[in-house]
């Protein structure tokens, strides 16, 4: 394997701080959710960034699949539901749903496009053992 890109990123004080990326690039206040107990506000946390990440990553896995099949994709846009779930025997683990939405294709090119998508994309392959992701596709007119 070769490595093609590696990101780097640095929080502070947890849930309750800043994450910054050595190129300054990012540099973001981390606020823990109200429904965790946390004051909410203005800030994000780890949930919303993984959300933002897997939605931008299968968003652009679905324009390089597209390409070599000669699909145009009018719309592509991608919502990921990301949710922080405690484990009855303990600890945490994440729940994952997409919500695609593609414009410009057919219904069943659509599903093939998804589903090629789902098996090609770094962040489906990272949490394909551990995470179980649901996806709803609607295809629109362009």
Do not use: W
């Not at 490595?3 to 190129?23: F, I, M, Q, S, W």
């Not at 800030?43 to 968003?59: D, I, K, M, R, V």
Request: charged share 20%; with cysteine; proline share 4%.
């Amino acid at each position: 394997m070769t490595t093609l890109y590696k990101a780097h990123a640095t929080a502070y004080n947890g849930r309750e701080g800043r994450v910054t990326t050595d190129d300054a690039a990012l540099d973001l206040m981390l606020v823990r959710p109200k429904e965790m107990g946390g004051a909410g506000g203005p800030g994000t946390n780890p949930e919303q960034l993984f959300a933002a990440g897997y939605s931008a990553c299968f968003g652009a896995t679905l324009q390089a699949l597209a390409r070599p099949r000669k699909l145009t994709l009018a719309r592509n846009e991608v919502v990921a539901h990301i949710g922080l779930v405690r484990r009855d025997e303990g600890g945490f683990v994440l729940s994952a749903d997409l919500e695609v939405t593609l414009a410009g294709i057919s219904q069943e090119d659509a599903e093939s496009l998804v589903q090629a998508a789902h098996e090609t994309c770094p962040y489906s392959n990272s949490i394909k053992d551990t995470v179980e992701v649901g996806i709803s596709l609607k295809v629109v007119e362009a």
